[in-house]
T-cell receptor, first 113, second 111 residues
Framework: GAVVSQHPSRVICKSGTSVKIECRSLDFQATTMFWYRQFPKQSLMLMATSNEGSKATYEQGVEKDKFLINHASLTLSTLTVTSAHPEDSSFYIC?????????FGPGTRLTVT | TQLLEQSPQFLSIQEGENLTVYCNSSSVFSSLQWYRQEPGEGPVLLVTVVTGGEVKKLKRLTFQFGDARKDSSLHITAAQPGDTGLYLCAGDSQGAQKLVFGQGTRLTINP
């Protein structure tokens, strides 16, 4: 299956600052990547679909101005959490798709203090 | 909105017992995936089922896709402590290429 990496694996930031999370598809070119958020003891919630060379598609209720997504190349998508608040603390996971199957990165634990 | 109801949400059993996790929906899915997730890590794909009625086996794990492609089950035989984890089913909505996740089943196998 596809190999997906994320950086950083953990980040702690102060309220009001911005944080950038990188997602890389290591072994194939991904025109589409997906960003999920997972709160403790809950399942994954799709935030947005990242499309290479065009604007991301956001799920209902997800603020596009707060969660900026850039998919500038076929192997890299970034998620920037702007003006972070403690309620943005969560586990953020990206994934790529190959045929029917979706492969996930190892996740980024964001803690906003 | 397509929903996947996964049950049970929590299951704690003794080593050696058998168990089944269910994933049900009123919607038809073009495919369904099962994932296992360890704490602090991303989900790892276990299997993808595509054809109605399909059965796939992965060692002691048996996955079945319903004939109507609306439901699926995961059966584990002779559970072992290493099977402990969060199991997630996810359906691929037809035409949308977006996964819809179930709530997850947190499985604990006690030695």
């Amino acid at each position: 299956g596809a190999v997906v990496s994320q950086h950083p694996s953990r980040v702690i930031c102060k309220s009001g600052t911005s944080v950038k999370i990188e997602c890389r598809s290591l072994d194939f070119q991904a025109t589409t990547m997906f960003w999920y958020r997972q709160f403790p003891k809950q399942s994954l919630m799709l935030m947005a679909t990242s499309n290479e060379g065009s604007k991301a598609t956001y799920e209902q209720g997800v603020e596009k101005d707060k969660f900026l997504i850039n998919h500038a190349s076929l192997t890299l998508s970034t998620l920037t959490v702007t003006s972070a608040h403690p309620e943005d603390s969560s586990f953020y996971i990206c994934s790529t798709r190959s045929g029917f199957e979706q492969y996930f990165g190892p996740g980024t634990r964001l803690t906003v203090t | 909105t397509q929903l996947l109801e996964q049950s049970p949400q929590f299951l704690s059993i003794q080593e050696g017992e058998n168990l089944t996790v269910y994933c049900n929906s009123s919607s038809v899915f073009s495919s369904l995936q099962w994932y296992r997730q360890e704490p602090g890590e991303g989900p790892v794909l276990l299997v993808t089922v595509v054809t109605g009625g399909e059965v796939k086996k992965l060692k002691r794990l048996t996955f079945q896709f319903g004939d109507a492609r609306k439901d699926s089950s995961l059966h584990i035989t002779a559970a072992q402590p290493g099977d402990t984890g969060l199991y997630l089913c996810a359906g691929d909505s037809q035409g949308a290429q977006k996964l819809v996740f179930g709530q997850g089943t947190r499985l604990t196998i006690n030695p």
